[in-house]
């Protein structure tokens, strides 16, 4: 244990891209065996000059993120003076980004890991794509941007997670002819609805299929021509009594049908 080497990872945030980093390089030597220990939030000189204390008495190596130009100069400076090999991650690449670019760096520790709002905003499409998917809770229909109506497999809820990660939020409604639709279907503006139209032959080949990888017959009334008949008629009635825009699906990939249904609601 004690031959492993050891590296002392400092930062002035978290350490995780000093740490990657270090594990990258040490990957290529003493077969990947390495001990890593992180000292986050270095905000001052006295923890440095703590942590090079330690690195010394272990002949440790330090790998090190600091934007801060002084904290980064004085570690560099007082690593050298102890004869310590410090490995400074941040301030080449800054250094070389600031000729390029003509800018100086914002300096800001853990920038990399501030979440914006447009992330919560695509975890919040996520979270409610799940919520409301497949008629679940009808209640989501007056919340969502926008509502998939279909029979089944039009590709409701790959359709809803694809519009998700672009941060939209989706709820589906599945139309079964022994069902009657939620009433908040046609109290939404019309405008917001998309129904999902599907040819019979297509959608007959798509139900044998997955009633194979059901390891079930493709004889089941799920596939049958006669009754898919009857739930393409009543979703026609329907999508005309909430008066949508209807997209069809028969020969598109879930991409193509989502561009599709963004360039409409645009």
């Known amino acids: 244990m004690d031959d492993m080497p050891l590296v002392y990872v400092l930062s002035d945030s978290v350490g995780e891209t000093a740490e990657l980093v270090i594990k990258a390089g040490l990957s290529q030597f003493n077969n990947g065996e390495y001990r890593i220990q992180r000292i986050p939030y270095v905000e001052d000189k006295k923890t440095i000059d703590d942590s090079l204390v330690l690195a010394l008495e272990n002949q440790a190596l330090i790998g090190f993120t600091i934007v801060d130009p002084e904290l980064r100069a004085y570690l560099n400076e007082q690593a050298a003076a102890k004869g310590l090999e410090a490995i400074d991650i941040m301030g080449p690449m800054l250094n070389s980004m600031q000729e390029v670019f003509g800018k100086e760096p914002h300096m800001e520790p853990g920038l990399v890991h501030k979440l914006d709002e447009d992330y919560f905003r695509r975890v919040e499409a996520i979270e409610f794509a799940v919520k409301y998917d497949d008629g679940r809770d009808p209640r989501g229909i007056a919340r969502a941007d926008i509502i998939l109506i279909g029979v089944s497999r039009t590709s409701k809820t790959p359709l809803s997670q694809y519009l998700a990660s672009k941060r939209i939020k989706v709820?589906?409604?599945?139309?079964?002819?022994?069902?009657?639709?939620?009433?908040?279907?046609?109290?939404?503006?019309?405008?917001?609805?998309?129904?999902l139209r599907i040819s019979a032959e297509k959608l007959n080949d798509i139900r044998k299929e997955r009633l194979k990888a059901l390891g079930l017959g493709d004889q089941a009334t799920y596939?049958?021509?006669?009754?898919?008949?009857?739930?393409?008629?009543?979703?026609?009635?329907?999508?005309?009594?909430?008066?949508?825009?209807?997209?069809?699906?028969?020969?598109?990939?879930?991409?193509?049908?989502?561009?599709?249904?963004?360039?409409?609601m645009k």
Not at 171 to 195: H, R, S, T, Y
Not at 236 to 253: L, R, T
């Open 171 to 195: 709820a589906n409604v599945p139309i079964v002819p022994e069902v009657d639709p939620p009433e908040e279907l046609f109290e939404v503006d019309p405008a917001k609805c998309i129904g």
């Open 223 to 264: 596939a049958n021509m006669q009754r898919i008949h009857q739930e393409l008629e009543y979703f026609n009635k329907v999508v005309n009594k909430i008066g949508c825009k209807v997209v069809d699906v028969s020969y598109k990939a879930v991409e193509e049908t989502a561009n599709t249904i963004m360039r409409l």
